[in-house]
């Protein structure tokens, strides 16, 4: 597959939405800009990268003959050109949701392992600079699922992930055996893979219904913020049969337990349904966050809010000219306002959509990517020079293949 990929780069950019169909765009510094694809036989897909030793680090995840999906780990130079790549997993089921680097530059993958009897547990993998394996943790309780979404490395080299479990707190006062089916799960180990016991770190979350954490964010003091979905109902807000989702952020020390300095908030509307998708540091210390909107008649948008540095709003909403968009990712661009990665639906076939928005939230411009068959967007980042790189997912006739695509500041391929 790898000695496909500048075909295939090049016969993915003339189908680019976006537009790159002319011989003058064949400029020899295209090089700069690209599209590139990883993997062999089979699917493989892209959901989170890094910037590593000088190039890139990406995960996802491939299929196997057998049915079964194991972790993708690929790590690339500067220009998308693949060093090496790695599979992990083996006979089991397993499905990598987030990678990050540690303080000693170890490669650290929270990934969703499969059990024998078919529930999910948290495993973390640790891995070497060449991807060798150093260690693994699986944590996961009988009869109990557990499921991750993101994964924080701590100011002291701790290892955090988070998500939800079915082992949910019945000890709360507000406790609901008929609604309250999820709970908020983090579960934290040092970097010798040793968990931290609950009196040092609380692993369960949640309230009166089902909550689910989608991220961890740690502040500069050392506190934490948390942040996901729940169908708990706000302060006031009429009692229905069919509760309404919405987005949450809370404050919490650094032992995981909510602090009373900020309120517990939600964020969205009682006649919408929002679904948390990313957070992420901004510069004045504060943090932004996305997630997708569906109205009644479907239709869904980018729900986008920023947080000041004090855990207040400083503004919330989605961006209501833009329909049928799925968010997956945002961060804050260098040169003001925020960039975030989704896929756009158009006549049953999604496409990759990068977005930028001002500081208020109102788009700038948008960047489509994408072909006749359907492509998934992940995460996003930007680099010293202002340039975009962020992974995704695209269909290729009747398999799929992880993408890294890097664009100018402004979103285009053209050098």
């Not at 220009?79 to 089991?92: A, D, F, H, P, T």
């Not at 392992?113 to 948290?122: A, C, E, T």
């Not at 349904?273 to 210390?285: M, P, Y």
């Amino acid at each position: 597959m790898k000695g496909l990929s500048g075909f295939l780069a090049f016969w993915f950019a003339l189908v680019l939405i976006a537009g790159c169909d002319t011989e003058s765009n064949l400029d020899p510094r295209f090089e700069d800009y690209f599209i590139k694809y990883y993997g062999g036989d089979g699917n493989q897909t892209g959901i989170k990268l890094v910037e590593f030793n000088e190039g890139f680090l990406l995960v996802g995840n491939s299929a196997l003959i057998n049915g079964l999906s194991n972790i993708f780990v690929v790590f690339t130079d500067e220009l998308g050109n693949e060093v090496w790549s790695k599979s992990y997993g083996g006979e089991n089921e397993l499905n990598a949701v987030d990678v990050e680097i540690d303080a000693d530059n170890n490669i650290i993958v929270a990934a969703n392992l499969i059990n024998v009897v078919g529930l999910s547990d948290l495993i973390f993998y640790k891995l070497g600079s060449e991807g060798e394996t150093i260690d693994s943790l699986v944590f996961g309780l009988p009869t109990f699922t557990e499921v991750g979404a993101d994964l924080t490395i701590t100011n002291d080299n701790d290892y955090i992930i988070t998500g939800y479990t079915t082992n949910v707190d019945v000890g709360k006062s507000d406790y609901n055996p008929t609604t309250d089916l999820e709970d908020i799960l983090s579960i934290r180990v040092n970097s010798q893979l040793e968990l931290i016991d609950n009196a040092n770190w609380r692993r369960v979350y949640g309230f009166s219904g089902e909550d689910r954490g989608n991220g961890l964010v740690q502040k500069v003091d050392g506190t934490f913020l948390f942040f996901g979905t729940t169908d708990r109902r706000p302060p006031g807000a009429p009692i229905t049969s069919d509760p309404d989702l919405n987005i949450f952020v809370f404050p919490a020390d650094t032992d995981g337990i909510a602090t009373s300095v900020s309120p517990f908030q939600w964020l969205g509307s009682l006649e919408s349904d929002e679904v948390a998708s990313s957070i992420s540091a901004t510069s004045n210390q504060g943090f932004v966050l996305a997630g997708s909107s569906t109205q009644a008649n479907s239709s869904s948008s980018v729900y986008l809010a920023s947080l000041r540095n004090d855990d207040g709003l400083a503004f919330n909403g989605p961006l209501s000219n833009r329909a049928n968009v799925t968010t997956r990712s945002v961060i804050e661009d260098m040169n003001g306002g925020f960039l975030i990665t989704g896929e756009e639906t158009i006549d049953n076939t999604t496409n990759i959509i990068l977005i930028k928005t001002s500081n208020t939230g109102l788009e700038e411009w948008a960047q489509s990517f994408g072909g006749s068959d359907n492509d998934l967007s992940g995460e996003v980042v930007q680099l010293n020079d202002g340039s975009i790189v962020f992974i995704g997912t695209v269909e290729l006739e009747s398999q799929t293949k992880m993408t890294l695509i890097k664009t100018k500041p402004n979103g285009e391929l053209r050098p």
